[in-house]
């Protein structure tokens, strides 16, 4: 009973009793943090990363009230309506600031941020002059006018705006100039990026994502290293990129290929190059021949190679906008090449032959086919006869040449890769010719679940493989265990 009674609200020990002495406590009353220098006070507020954490700290002193106003860096990470962030901006005493990020997580939660809104944010920071600016607004409401002026940053040497919204960007007629600007990223907005990076004569770093533009997506530039370009909406904005960097060393291109895309690449020095490249628009795949189509392409550098990821199929109707590969882009100079090639039963040693003719330093070749005959063999057994072979009519174009077989191609190949291998006539005669005309050093096969190595078209790469004792040869079942040939 006694102890429930202390527990009662407004309890008091009685007047001479012991207090139990608190271990961190100096005993003395003297509050210490009051007392240290403003400077030491500053810079633990400013560990907490937060204007909004700094400015609540003001509860726990009277002098702390004006402190986050002179912080050198604020970070405005919370959830703020427009009028209070400007009130916000509007408070702060430093003449110069170090860093200021400005990230709304969720505009729901307030009203949505008009286009007068992001123009008179942007002119406040302009005044504060930092030397990084991150601004980030989710929504943006821009029905009352979407053309807003982007301020000259006299000192900046980082510069990110991303608003989501129907804004326009534009540069003042006369000035506005970024002297100091190194790292510059702009999304979803439309803007010059060629004006802007004239204004911008020490630019290095250059990212744009999902950007619009009236006319090619232009990038000249003398002193840029890296250029990151996003553009994998389903709606696809940009058509044409054309870039004239002599010192850009790295370039990554995430894209969904619109119908009339074309690019222009003059890089030099490019030593690092990514492109991921899908289709925009239905039937507007890349074209490789009269039947093959590229729906998906990637190019990256993996293990100090540049590795190229092509997704082939044969599309169901005629593409309505055909653009021939090797338009699009020059392809980099890759070592490795990867397919998967939806072959719905047609031959495609032929069109292989055609890809590794772009560029004949191919060094690896890791090529998988689709999964259709084990999709038909788990619902109808009875079609399994007629996808083991996969044998077209003799008039299909995807066997033509007719003696593409038999062709003597010099082929830089050192290592080949099959998947979900058929052990048909096509791919057993394209094995043959990647053994005659390549250095092979290791072939590594990957049968398809329904293959049987009692077969005698299996016995026959069995053959191929002991005719040729110097590559490394290694034939898997789809379960990961290895076929040893007899």
């Known amino acids: 009973m006694e102890s429930r009674s202390r527990r009662r609200l ?14 961190g406590a100096d005993g003395d009353g003297v509050d210490r943090i009051s007392g240290l220098h403003d400077d030491l006070l500053l810079l633990v507020l400013a560990r907490l990363r937060s204007a909004g954490d700094a400015a609540r700290s003001s509860v726990l002193s009277s002098r702390w009230s004006d402190l986050w106003r002179r912080l050198p860096e604020l970070y405005f990470l ?7 962030l400007k009130a916000a901006l509007a408070m702060i005493a430093v003449p ?8 709304d997580p969720d505009c729901s939660f307030y009203d949505a941020y008009s286009a007068a809104d992001i123009a008179s944010l942007l002119h406040t920071a302009a005044c504060l002059d930092p030397l990084e600016l991150s601004i980030t607004i989710l929504r943006v409401d821009a029905k009352d006018g979407n053309i807003i002026e982007l301020p000259c940053f006299a000192h900046a040497t980082s510069i990110t705006v991303n608003v989501r919204g129907r804004i326009n960007l534009t540069l003042p007629a006369q000035g506005g100039e970024f002297p100091e600007l190194e790292r510059l990223s702009i999304g979803f907005c439309r803007i010059d990026t060629g004006a802007l990076i004239s204004r911008c004569p020490y630019l290095r770093v250059l990212e744009l994502n999902h950007c619009r533009n009236d006319g090619p997506l232009k990038v000249h530039s003398t002193t840029i290293e890296e250029l990151v370009v996003t553009d994998d909406s389903h709606d696809p904005r940009i058509r044409s990129i054309d870039i004239v960097a002599p010192v850009l060393k790295k370039f990554r291109l995430s894209t969904r290929k619109h119908k009339d895309f074309t690019m222009s690449l003059l890089a030099p020095m490019l030593e690092n190059l990514t492109w991921n490249c899908s289709v925009g628009y239905p039937n507007s795949d ?17 293990s100090c190679c540049i590795v190229l990821r092509l997704d082939i199929r044969i599309p169901k109707y005629p593409p309505s906008y055909e653009q021939k590969l090797q338009k699009i882009f020059q392809f980099p100079k890759f070592s490795v090449l990867e397919l998967n090639i939806e072959t719905c039963g047609h031959v495609y040693g032929p069109m292989v032959l055609n890809l590794l003719r772009i560029h004949n330093g191919t060094r690896r070749l890791k090529l998988a086919t689709n999964q259709l005959g084990v999709l038909f063999y788990q619902q109808n057994v009875s079609l399994l006869f007629q996808l083991r072979g996969e044998e077209c009519t003799l008039d299909c174009p995807c066997d033509q040449p007719q003696n593409w077989s038999s062709q003597n191609i010099l082929l830089d190949l050192e290592e080949v890769e099959m998947e979900n291998y058929k052990v048909s006539g096509h791919e057993i005669d394209f094995m043959k010719l990647l053994f005659r005309c390549s250095p092979l050093t290791k072939v590594v096969v990957e049968l398809a679940s329904y293959v049987s190595i009692r077969s005698k078209r299996f016995k026959e790469i069995c053959n191929l493989f002991k005719a040729n004792p110097s590559v490394e040869c290694h034939v898997y079942h789809k379960c990961g265990k290895e076929v040893m040939c007899a």
């Not at 007047?15 to 608190?22: L, N």
């Not at 919370?78 to 209070?84: E, G, H, K, L, V």
């Not at 021949?289 to 550098?301: G, N, Q, R, T």
């Open 286 to 302: 890349l074209k490789i021949d009269e039947m093959w189509f590229v729906s998906h392409l990637e190019s990256k550098e993996e």
């Open 10 to 23: 407004g309890w008091r020990p009685p007047r001479g009793a012991r207090r139990r002495r608190d271990p």
């Open 96 to 103: 110069k600031l170090s860093v200021l990020h400005i990230a």
């Open 78 to 84: 919370d959830r703020i309506s427009p009028s209070a």
